[in-house]
């Protein structure tokens, strides 16, 4: 059994096969209708002015009215003041918050205790 496989083998590995001329000429068709043709680029002219190149420098149109409405929202809460907005800060505020230190003093570290 194995001299019937070995021989079968040895006659395949002697006899190189070759694809046919039809497959070659099929291969080659689909390869060149996949490869990338060639990009003309066409300078795109920009429009707009000082306003619109500042807005690109900082991430387009909707970061600048994202940050532009957290100034106002800022600048709205820092002069009106609302009565809730203190009775917040008075809890946060009150006596009983004890302070840790996170970050000590360079004399605590060198004495000696």
């Known amino acids: 059994m194995m001299d019937d496989l070995d021989d079968l083998f040895a006659n395949a590995k002697a006899a190189a096969m070759q694809p046919s001329d039809a497959l070659m000429a099929r291969v080659l ?28 420098v900082f991430g387009g149109a909707g970061s600048l009215v994202g940050v532009g409405s957290a100034a106002v929202a800022g600048l709205f809460l820092g002069f009106v003041q609302p009565d809730g907005l203190g009775s917040v800060a008075d809890v946060w505020a009150s006596d009983t918050v004890d302070q840790v230190e996170l970050m000590p003093q360079v004399d605590a570290l060198l004495a000696e205790e």
């Open 29 to 56: 068709n689909d390869a060149a209708a996949l490869q990338m043709q060639p990009v003309v680029s066409v300078p795109v002219r920009r429009r707009g002015g000082w306003l619109a190149g500042l807005a690109a």
